[in-house]
């Protein structure tokens, strides 16, 4: 009767699976195509917000650059922590399916949150930073806990090795054209468009909303046709109270006890020989990823360092991540192919050893860009010191002399433009100078009050009676978007309404001085007092540049250079982010199908988990070399690129040791065990049977 039973299900087909149908022309399931559309919609959401979250910290909540990086690489750290809970969500209690979902609502919500944060008649200060580090948790949360899951739901739908190595190549170019296009739209919304009277980063950050949104109504329309695989128990668990008994069980042990081949093995008395094996695959691979954090160290300053860096330079070009999209076909069409046909064995763990060097290098060219972007920018003053400069607007030449100070040697020239900063030395937090200017072979006493750490120009001018000094406070920090800075001076004797584009500004008169503004190229510069209305040609302002107009009596005017204008290209970036590019193409892909291809069946969101942490952990490093470290730029990003190098040795060597397995390896060695087993079963069954048939019989 069993013969029979299993006879017609075989027939009719009950216990085979539903075939999935294919997208045209290919060997891919359809379910595919909404996993790719929702990984694009949601990485255009995630690195659409983050593309700009640098930038806000500093110039909404009014953060430090460090404090601002330390804020960006802890919310990426934790965007990579995060994972694990996923993980063992869907491992052990929702299924990949469901956790998607509901840690995709937990997402937007914290979107919105976001994006309330932004809007600046929501509350003061306090309320933004509250509102937005609510948002940024609850979208580490949601980005974090989705992503092992996402990934190893992607390969879940193939049987084929091969299709699903090509659909983690096409998985990851859906990543970065999502971040294409959100890093080129999401800067635009915030500086093109204004709300509230000034950039609009509520806007910014609410398309990032509306496309998550997209990305979790697209993953639920295509669940009809997903290959769905049930949890398999709280397997985290498992792990844990397996290598817990192997541990105790091991020194509890005499050591008059047969050695056992591995550690783990001690576990045999309480857990399953197929669980310890498949602990044993996990335990290997996650010994690999010890040194892989600081790839992502490196790899993750794209939008923190490297980004100031790039505000630094002039932006004749735009930059962005589509290099990820022309280099992933032609390593998989091109230079994978052709490394094979030179017989070269270049194994998944060599490819992300090679990638790790291409970082290294990537660093070594930022270091390049580095020290010529900084022979631009104004050095800050150290404490003791403060900086100045020195504007003659007398008709004659001046000497200035400062006690204790040998800064200006040389006679300064009429409306000549202001050298270089000079480090006026304090010996204190706050000094009073009494400056001598020497004018017409008289000399003037100015008593000038400094105060540490700031930076300072000294107007020279007539007074009513005689000369007159005026120390102004200066702002001498580049604009973030490349604009330059400007500032007007005002030598007529009534007041002036300047109106530059959209900023405005309003010029006491008898040399008063307006603050700096931020402007952008070639704007029309217009000027009205009371009299008469007249346009000022300035010519075209320079990226990075800040200038002070001075306004002499008619309608002269000098336009003077207070900090110089960004002279390197953003083109010369081009090369380091080349090289980063190649770098993450030979370790992260490689890398995510590795985790992929080397977890058995229930312990492959764990192990993508795990890729992931090194991530978190990278963002750990830079944060203790960010906020300990006190190094140059320059000389930090050598001290990234050496580690790495040092790094990849170690890994190299790890590596040449490591076993490639297939997983389903252990389903052949188990299986004449579980024949065994049922083979077992049977007979006792059987066996139970006899008394049956006797009383039958009597």
């Known amino acids: 009767v069993l013969y029979l039973s299993d006879s017609m299900m075989e027939n009719t087909g009950k216990d085979k699976p539903r075939r999935s ?74 299924g990949k399916f469901k956790t998607i979902i509901y840690l995709s609502i937990v997402y937007v919500i914290g979107h919105v949150i976001k994006s309330i944060g932004a809007i600046p008649s929501v509350g003061d200060n306090t309320v933004h930073i509250v509102l937005s580090m609510a948002g940024l948790v609850l979208i580490a949360l949601g980005t974090g806990g989705i992503k092992p899951c996402v990934s190893a739901f992607g390969g879940d739908q193939f049987e084929d090795k091969h299709e699903r190595r090509k659909f983690f190549s096409i998985f990851y170019m859906s990543i970065n054209a999502g971040s294409v296009l959100s890093t080129l739209i999401t800067p635009i919304l915030r500086g093109d468009v204004k709300c509230f009277g000034n950039d609009c980063y509520a806007l910014a950050f609410g398309v990032p909303a509306v496309l998550m949104m997209i990305s979790l109504v697209v993953f639920i329309a295509g669940s009809g046709l997903y290959k769905k695989s049930p949890p398999e128990g709280n397997i985290l668990l498992s792990v844990c109270g397996c290598i817990g008994f192997a541990v105790k069980n091991r020194w509890k042990r005499s050591k008059h006890d047969p050695k056992r081949d591995h550690w783990l093995n001690w576990a045999e008395e309480k857990y399953p020989k197929r669980l310890i094996e498949e602990i044993k695959m996990v335990l290997r691979v996650l010994v690999l990823y010890i040194p892989l954090p600081m790839f992502w160290a490196l790899f993750d300053q794209q939008g923190s360092r490297w980004t100031l860096q790039a505000t630094r330079m002039n932006l004749n070009i735009l930059l962005n991540a589509f290099l990820i999209l022309v280099f992933v076909p032609i390593f998989d069409m091109g230079v994978y192919p052709l490394i094979g046909l030179c017989k070269i064995n270049f194994t998944p763990l060599k490819k992300m050893a090679t990638g790790m060097i291409f970082a290294a290098l990537a660093f070594v060219a930022a270091t390049m860009v580095e020290i010529d972007v900084t022979k631009t920018v104004v050095p800050a003053p150290n404490s003791g010191e403060s900086l100045l400069q020195v504007f003659n607007l007398m008709e004659n030449e001046v000497k200035v002399q400062i006690p204790g ?89 009534e007041g002036l309404n300047i109106s530059v584009g959209g900023q405005e500004f309003e010029v006491a008169p008898a040399y008063g001085i307006t603050p700096n503004k931020s402007i952008a190229r070639g704007e029309e510069v217009k000027c009205i007092s009371s009299q008469m ?73 764990v192990l993508q988990a795990g890729w992931l942490m090194t991530v978190a952990f990278g963002n750990v490093i830079v944060l203790i070399v960010a906020e300990g470290a006190e190094l140059q730029q320059w000389a930090e990003f050598v001290l990234f690129a050496a580690l790495l190098v040092a790094v990849c040795i170690i890994f190299s060597i790890i590596a040449y040791f490591y076993t490639y397995v297939n997983p389903k390896q252990l389903d052949n060695m188990f299986q004449d065990d579980s024949k065994e087993d049922n083979l077992k079963k049977e007979t006792v069954q059987d066996l139970a049977l006899i008394p049956v048939f006797r009383n039958t019989m009597m």
């Not at 460090?66 to 960006?72: P, Q």
Request: proline letters at 3%.
């Open 21 to 94: 149908p294919k997208l045209c022309g290919t060997n891919y399931p359809v379910s595919i195509a909404f996993i790719i559309v929702n990984e694009f919609c949601e990485r255009f959401s995630y690195y659409g917000m983050k593309a700009l979250l640098t930038l806000y910290f500093k110039n909404y909540l009014h953060w430090d650059k460090d404090l601002s990086t330390a804020i960006y690489h802890a919310f990426s750290s934790l965007c990579y922590f995060t994972p694990v809970l996923g993980a063992i969500i869907a491992d052990s209690w929702l």
């Open 533 to 605: 209305e007249y346009i000022i040609d300035l010519g075209l302002l320079d990226f990075g540049a800040s200038y002070s107009v001075i306004l002499k009596t008619g309608i002269e005017v000098f336009k003077m250079e207070d900090v110089h204008a960004n002279n390197v290209s953003i083109a010369w970036q081009v090369p380091q982010y080349a090289l980063i590019t190649a770098g993450e193409v030979m370790f992260s892909i490689t890398g995510l199908e590795f985790s992929y291809s080397q977890a058995p069946a229930n312990m492959k969101s």
């Open 405 to 493: 100070n040998d800064l200006f040697p040389d006679a300064i020239s009429s409306y000549e433009d202001p050298s270089e900063y000079q480090r006026v030395q304090l010996r204190g937090t706050t000094k009073n100078l009494t400056v001598k200017v020497t004018y017409n072979e008289q000399v003037h006493d100015c008593a000038l009050t400094f105060h540490e750490e700031k930076s300072y120009s000294l107007i020279i001018h007539h007074g009513t009676t005689s000369l007159q000094c005026k120390l102004v406070e200066d702002f001498i920090e580049k604009s973030e978007n490349g604009s330059a800075y400007l500032r007007f001076i005002n030598g007529h004797n």
